[in-house]
């Protein structure tokens, strides 16, 4: 069985597949349907840490991620993304961002799987698209931000949030800088790419630079553009960082996430 079931205002949709019997017509599928709604998620995947690296290859090389534990020596790749109940200050997240833009080759998608989860709704993922974002804006602001570049650092706003996992790791890590164009194309849909959570100005002298970087941000994540996934246990989400904005809500417990970043 294969279905899709896309959200309000395509703002992502929900896959029925089981992805540990999937075939390369699925794949396909699938691959089409992430450049259409940004967002995909499948419920119900009981997947050993084998067959998930084996599903995220289909879209391409897997990143490596310094600020937080691998997994373990076999498997690397896969970063755990924790919430202790002990952990004080804000989520892993809990702003919207796009993962990894202070890089100078981010990674195209990001995958979550669910270990632990606390009571569904209490830890949800909130995703703005970013297409709907671009669609929206005044068309002097797009001709505006046209061939503009945003500057992102590692240690930008939302860095807070990386204090608890960086610390179990035992070392410092340098701060890390890039540039993007704001404005990009997505297959054939124009998307903001610009991370609020990184963000630490303009390439181009701007007039009113703090009121455009207002606005921007203001814009990028109104409440029409957003969709709040739940979580249950055993539940994959992928998106592509070009078209969706994310972040963590925020909540006191445990959960624990298995998390793959794919270039």
Known sequence: MFKIIPNKKNI?????????????????KIKKALNKYGMLYFKEQKLTSKLYIKFAKYFGNLANYP??????????????????STDKGPSFGEQFH????????????TMLLSKLVPKKGKANTEFCSQYLA????????????????????????ISVTTKER???????????????????????NYSIYCSPGHFVGFSAKIKNQEKFKKF???????????FSLPWEKNQLAIWDNRSMLHQATPF???RIM??????
Request: net charge positive; hydrophobic share 25%; aromatic share 8%.
């Open 252 to 254: 006191k417990g445990n």
């Open 216 to 226: 921007l941000f203001n814009h990028q994540i109104k409440k029409k553009f957003q």
């Open 67 to 84: 600020r937080l534990k691998g997994l373990n020596k076999k498997f690397p790749q896969i970063t755990v993304v924790q919430r202790k």
């Open 98 to 109: 796009t993962d990894s833009i202070y890089t100078n080759k981010p990674p195209r998608f």
């Open 134 to 157: 671009y669609k929206e804006l005044p068309n002097s602001i797009k001709k505006k931000f046209k061939n503009i570049k945003g500057k992102y650092s590692s240690e930008g706003p």
């Open 12 to 28: 992502g949709a929900e896959i029925i597949v089981n992805l540990k019997d999937i075939s390369n017509k699925d794949i396909s």
């Open 166 to 188: 960086v610390k179990e790791k035992g070392k410092n890590i340098k701060e890390l800088r890039s540039s993007h164009k704001i404005i990009r194309k997505v297959s054939t």
């Open 258 to 263: 298995h998390r793959i970043t794919i270039k």
